[in-house]
């Protein structure tokens, strides 16, 4: 992280989530239609930038002896371009914080839980990137539990047009998988918004 934060300032956050190649440009769980919530996510890191907020980059970053290969085909593999930011996001990545994941739950990230509890003041948090229904999900629920087990009123908000999963005809219905998780994280309390209306 290159972008000096006084945490106990922050109140606001913005959370990008696995907007890596391997999700969308290359390797074996890539899905290109992923890619039209770029511009969007794009638009928030900046707006969230320009207003002093926190940028959080997760990136899904494996060993090659990964637990998850025995669930999901080997991607993302440390040093290799699939664990890369997306180039539209990339250029901006000195102005984020970035954590590398090893989970579908970027909570269990090494150093996040610490890092969020360095946010005395913090009242909101948006999430948003990729997979809708896996890892933009469990880190919503965990952070939910998180901040109900330490009493703190944070908000967590996901903007449906700036997540999405990916598509596999007969096994992984986009349509589907994300409203099962919209509806899972209502019912858990976290606001599902069709749009961030900020400036």
Known sequence: MKRKENLELIKKGLIIVDMVNGFIKEGALKDPHIAH??????????????????VIAFKDCHP??????????????K???ETELVDELKEY????TVFEKDTTDGF???GFREYIEKM????ELVITGCCT??????LALSLKKFFNEVRRDVEIIIPKNAVETFHIPGVHDRVKQNKMAFKVMRDAGIQVVKKLERK
């Open 37 to 54: 919530i770029i511009p969007e996510i794009k638009r928030l890191a900046l707006m969230y930038l320009k207003n002093e907020d926190v």
């Open 108 to 110: 269990y990230a090494p």
């Open 120 to 123: 005395k003041n913090l009242t």
């Open 79 to 81: 040093g290799t371009t």
């Open 64 to 77: 090659i002896d990964s637990p998850e290969f025995e669930t999901y085909p080997p991607h993302c593999i």
């Open 133 to 138: 229904d896996i890892c933009v999900m469990n």
């Open 93 to 96: 990545e000195d102005q984020f």
